[in-house]
């Protein structure tokens, strides 16, 4: 059942891609350059309702609403298809919180379409690599409780999500830049909602160009 919802999510970022594409009319040698990235954030999370339920059935304090992810992705420059400033790709990131107090994690991963459009220089002394930048798609909760009566309680969640924001890079070394962004990320895969893992994201990250 794990590996179906896995190759779903991998299926619906391929063909969101592909239709993404072809209705921009663009063909593969159309595309101009990769720019791969990998990076880590800090984030705050929603986890609050999630929390007061638990108190009531383990009688724990702790509370835990922020932490750190990590990401990598690739985005392709649409530049040489005609459509200046743009880039489109696909993202994945990683992130987990884990009680002290009990022997209980959750998990968040998230498959998201991207796409960025680059403003222009605020000022000249400065580089041009100021975006707009967000994506969409899925997000996979996975929540493991070693504490219950009956046994391990290993659920997993899957619900839409998006992220939105601005990103910015400066370059250091030949193809390589370092870069930082700021996102508000959606991301509420439980139907109930108390698997919440929407809030800010402040990240950091290294990406190269080919």
């Given amino acids: 059942?794990?590996?179906k919802m896995?190759?779903?999510?991998?299926?619906?970022?391929?063909c969101?891609?592909?239709?993404?594409?072809?209705?921009?009319g663009v063909q593969a040698e159309d595309i101009e350059e990769v720019n791969s990235y990998l990076g880590v954030s800090y984030n705050t999370y929603c986890l609050s309702e999630f929390q007061r339920i638990n108190r009531?059935?383990?009688?724990?304090?702790e509370e835990i609403n922020r932490g750190f992810s990590f990401y990598g992705g690739?985005?392709?420059d649409l530049s040489e298809a005609g459509i200046q400033n743009w880039k489109a790709?696909?993202?994945?990131?990683?992130?987990?919180?884990?009680?002290?107090?009990l022997d209980l994690s959750l998990s968040n991963l998230g498959l998201l379409v991207t796409g960025s459009?680059?403003?222009?220089?605020?000022?000249?002394g400065l580089p041009e690599t100021f975006s707009l930048a967000g994506g969409a798609g899925l997000y996979r909760?996975?929540?493991?409780?070693?504490?219950?009566d009956q046994g391990v309680k290993d659920e997993i969640f899957i619900g839409p999500g998006f992220k939105l924001g601005l990103k910015g890079g400066y370059p250091v070394y030949q193809n390589i830049n370092l870069g930082g962004r700021v996102f508000y990320r959606y991301a509420r895969p439980h139907s109930e909602g108390d698997l919440n893992f929407s809030g800010l994201e402040a990240g950091a990250y290294l990406n190269a160009n080919f």
Wanted: glycine fraction near 6%; avoid cysteine.
């Fill in 89 to 101: 790709g696909a993202e994945i990131e990683y992130m987990q919180v884990q009680y002290s107090e």
């Fill in 16 to 24: 969101s891609l592909l239709i993404m594409f072809t209705a921009l």
């Fill in 1 to 3: 059942m794990r590996k």
């Fill in 117 to 124: 459009y680059q403003l222009d220089g605020i000022d000249e």
């Fill in 6 to 14: 896995v190759l779903m999510i991998f299926g619906f970022i391929f």
């Fill in 74 to 76: 690739a985005e392709y």
């Fill in 56 to 61: 009531e059935d383990y009688d724990v304090d």
């Fill in 141 to 148: 909760a996975h929540l493991m409780d070693r504490e219950v």
